[in-house]
């Protein structure tokens, strides 16, 4: 932002003159045609230095004032996703010239940092609710009953680079604010895709999809690794299955086949958020 003009020593000692007289800060700044602010500013320096003398100051004096700062820290509050570039610009256009490095520090001194942002699944009420519900129906189930659950999920790996990444403009607690967040939809596309289970007493199988899959394949996949898994861990009577909404985990041909193996499904909301402890096991099995 532009600079103001310093007032004069005279002014400032007519104004420490006025103070010491009696009068407040708005009747001063009305005699002398300055803003409340100001003299305000120029009464606590003299009563904390003694003086109204401009002393020099340390090191090189800020290239943004305190309304660019505002300015800054209002526009990536409302608008994460702003880049660094764009601030420069908005710096440049109010008339302070100033380099990305210098906007990053301002807002770094301020709690702001860039962050990339969180990929999250794209939600509407109804999933929120039935979310909720679910955490709720089974805040109080004993630790043993989850022992007992084989988790299971299906995961697209990337073989050629990563996934593009974007950065926000966030304090450190603030990484699920709405704001702050990708939302994200399920079933991309992607190179290799593969299917996997574990439990609390160990990982099961690890399975690579090379067609693409329906509800038969997926079957066959729960009888040929599923099955195999449950039996190696130990898992005993009463285990309980999970997986997802998938249309393949949901068709009418699956569903016959877990009702012939007598296998029973734990109720799982639409749109919940993938397994990441299962994606790091498969990845780290790869």
């Known amino acids: 932002?532009?600079?103001t003009k310093e007032l004069s020593k005279?002014?400032?000692d007519k104004i420490v003159d006025l103070h010491k007289a009696g009068k407040g800060y708005g009747a001063i700044?009305?005699?002398l045609g300055e803003n409340r602010s100001t003299v305000g500013a120029i009464v606590r320096k003299w009563k904390r230095l003694k003086t109204t003398v401009s002393l020099p100051r340390t090191g090189a004096p800020?290239?943004?004032?305190?309304?660019?700062?505002?300015?800054?820290?209002?526009?990536?509050?409302?608008q994460p996703r702003t880049t660094r570039e764009e601030l420069v610009n908005d710096m440049k256009r109010a008339g302070t010239t100033v380099s990305k490095v210098t906007v990053v520090r301002r807002l770094r001194r301020h709690g702001f940092k860039s962050c990339i942002a969180w990929k999250v699944s794209l939600l509407k009420s109804s999933h929120v609710q039935v979310r909720l519900k679910f955490a709720?129906?089974?805040l109080?189930?004993?630790?043993e009953a989850w022992e007992k659950v084989m988790w299971s999920d299906e995961i697209k790996v990337e073989l050629f680079g990563l996934n593009f990444t974007r950065c926000v403009w966030r304090k450190k607690k603030d990484e699920l604010h709405p704001k702050n967040?990708?939302?994200?939809?399920?079933h991309g596309g992607g190179n290799i895709m593969l299917w996997g289970c574990f439990s609390a007493k160990g990982t099961g199988r690890l399975h690579c999809i090379k067609e693409r899959m329906n509800g038969a394949i997926y079957c066959e996949i729960l009888s040929n690794?599923?099955?195999?898994?449950v039996r190696a861990l130990k898992m005993g009577r009463g285990w309980v299955f999970q997986h997802d909404n998938d249309p393949k985990h949901t068709a009418r041909i699956t569903k016959e086949w877990l009702h012939k193996k007598h296998i029973k499904v734990l109720e799982w909301p639409s749109q919940s958020p993938a397994l990441n402890p299962i994606e790091h096991l498969w990845m780290g099995e790869t």
């Not at 109080?140 to 630790?143: A, Q, R, T």
């Not at 967040?181 to 399920?186: A, D, F, H, L, W």
């Not at 690794?225 to 898994?229: G, R, V, Y």
Request: hydrophobic share 25%; aromatic share 0%.
């Open 1 to 3: 932002m532009g600079k």
């Open 10 to 12: 005279d002014t400032r």
């Open 136 to 138: 709720k129906d089974h």
């Open 29 to 31: 700044a009305k005699q």
């Open 140 to 143: 109080d189930d004993p630790e």
């Open 181 to 186: 967040t990708i939302p994200t939809v399920k």
């Open 225 to 229: 690794n599923l099955l195999p898994s």
């Open 62 to 78: 800020c290239k943004i004032s305190p309304r660019g700062v505002s300015l800054m820290i209002r526009k990536v509050r409302n």
